[in-house]
């Protein structure tokens, strides 16, 4: 079963804007990562956040995480046409000792020059 | 460093016929999954290996799905018989024990006639 639900399932914007993309899940983490796919493409690692992290920045990338409502977002300002792609929460946690991810539906962002 | 090498990239067959799918993971990483991802079910951990034992299985849909890591560099999924069902992409990540993100192949797209 899926742990992280990503809101909204597909997100539709013009270059330059902002799109934020929502992860909730249901138990606790260690740590939550966001990845990117590209159509026909394996997932690529974008940002990891730690369960003591509240924000986390990469470039153009933001990521909040809010462990007491277990929800976390991805903003990525200023968009471009090459962030066309299916971005994916995966919440990080210890399962026999062992650090396992769990992977989200994804949002399908479509940036339209 | 050349990535998650995956092979075969696509693969056609026929029901019932015996399907083998490989993983070179990133050298060094200790620890390797397999994935499945549909439209219906999105992205499914099937298995994982660390230090080339299997850890958790739970994920292996059924009996007819089999995995190994005879060593670091190298693990099959193998689906014997296989079902139409069973269609779907392949992805192998591996991770080193020092970081939680994972490294995604490009995939083997299966389709079963």
């Known amino acids: 079963s899926q742990q992280g639900e990503e809101d909204p399932q597909a997100l539709s914007i013009q270059e330059g804007e902002n799109a934020t993309m929502n992860c909730s899940y249901k138990?606790?983490?260690?740590?939550l990562q966001w990845y990117r796919q590209n159509s026909g493409r394996g997932l690529v690692h974008l940002i990891l956040i730690r369960s003591n992290e509240r924000e986390k920045h990469s470039g153009r990338l933001r990521v909040t995480l809010d462990t007491s409502k277990k929800s976390s977002s991805l903003l990525i300002t200023a968009s471009r046409a090459a962030d066309t792609a299916s971005y994916f929460c995966?919440?990080?946690?210890?399962?026999?000792?062992?650090?396992?991810?769990?992977f989200g539906a994804g949002t399908r962002l479509a940036v339209h020059p | 460093d050349a990535g998650v090498i995956q092979s075969p990239r696509h693969e056609v067959t026929e029901m019932g016929q015996e399907v083998t799918l490989r993983c070179k993971p990133i050298?060094?990483?200790?620890?390797l999954f397999w994935y499945r991802q549909t439209m219906m079910r999105g992205l499914e951990l099937l298995i994982y290996?660390?230090?080339?034992?299997?850890?958790?299985d739970s994920g292996m849909p059924e009996d007819r799905f089999s995995a190994k890591m005879p060593n670091a560099s190298f693990s099959t999924l193998k689906i014997q018989p296989s079902e139409p069902r069973d269609s779907a992409v392949y992805f192998c990540a591996s991770s080193s024990g020092q970081r939680n993100e994972q490294f995604f192949g490009p995939g083997t797209r299966l389709t079963v006639l």
């Open positions: 138990t606790s983490i260690n740590n």
């Open positions: 995966a919440t990080g946690f210890s399962s026999g000792g062992y650090n396992k991810l769990i």
């Open positions: 290996f660390n230090n080339n034992v299997p850890i958790d």
């Open positions: 050298s060094g990483h200790n620890s």
